[in-house]
């Protein structure tokens, strides 16, 4: 666990305990992961050294941010696969549901947000392992939120009641990815992107969105 003391360099330290010396509350999440809130009031700590250099409250939470953002591109990936295979079965006036203009739609929305936030997670990833990409992290976590509102709605359009029903997997797909919208996200990213892509000016517009962090803009 990362806290903040007195000692290092800035103030934050790592420090470890044991279980049995924190309180743990169990809470569920809207897809019924374990979500249990840990107290650590009056914890006596086992062991305690400086925390690395980088290693702060936000460097976590972008982490944090990427670990959800590849969930849910890997959820959305599934709904609109699932999405298809539905639609290519469910046969309505003698012909498949997916023949219809209307299911169409629904079909390639879903499948669009889907490819669009795979492909924004593995730039973020490449990026995380060279360095510095919040800006990429960021931006792929903003795009899987959105997804996440959009895809779900045009996968259950597609499906219909049965998309809600306990024995059915959709609903398992989109409750992970409401949940995990709200999970590691930042209200503020958006604004903070914004600014910063101000702050280096229209004629560096097609570098920052071609480079990213790698152009030097920062959060």
């Known amino acids: 666990m990362l806290f903040r003391s007195g000692r290092g360099v800035d103030g934050r330290v790592v420090v470890a305990v044991a279980p049995e010396h924190a309180r743990i509350e169990p809470v ?14 009056g914890a006596e700590v086992d062991e305690i050294g400086d925390a690395p250099a980088g290693v702060d409250a936000d460097a976590l939470r972008f982490r944090g941010a990427l670990t959800r953002a590849a969930l849910m ?34 079909i390639v929305r879903t499948a669009e947000e889907a490819a669009l936030v795979d492909l924004a997670v593995q730039v973020a990833a490449r990026e ?17 939120d959105d997804a996440a509102r959009v ?30 919208r709200a999970e590691y996200g930042d209200r503020t990213w958006p604004e903070r992107l914004g600014r910063a892509v101000v702050d280096h000016g229209p004629d560096d517009l ?10 030097g803009i920062s959060l």
């Open 28 to 41: 569920l999440n809207l897809a019924g992961e374990p979500r249990d809130t840990v107290v650590f009031d």
């Open 73 to 106: 591109a890997g959820a959305l990936l599934a709904m609109a696969e699932l999405t298809v295979e539905y639609t290519n079965e469910r046969r309505q006036f003698g012909q498949a549901v997916g023949r219809f203009q209307a299911v169409q739609a629904h």
């Open 128 to 144: 995380a392992d060279r360095g510095d990409a919040r800006f990429e992290i960021a931006s792929a976590k903003l795009l899987a």
């Open 151 to 180: 895809a779900t709605r045009a996968a259950h359009q597609a499906h219909g009641a049965i998309g809600m029903t306990q024995e059915y997997r959709l609903h398992h797909l989109s409750r992970r990815l409401w949940s995990w």
């Open 206 to 215: 097609y570098r920052v969105i071609a480079e990213g962090s790698a152009s």
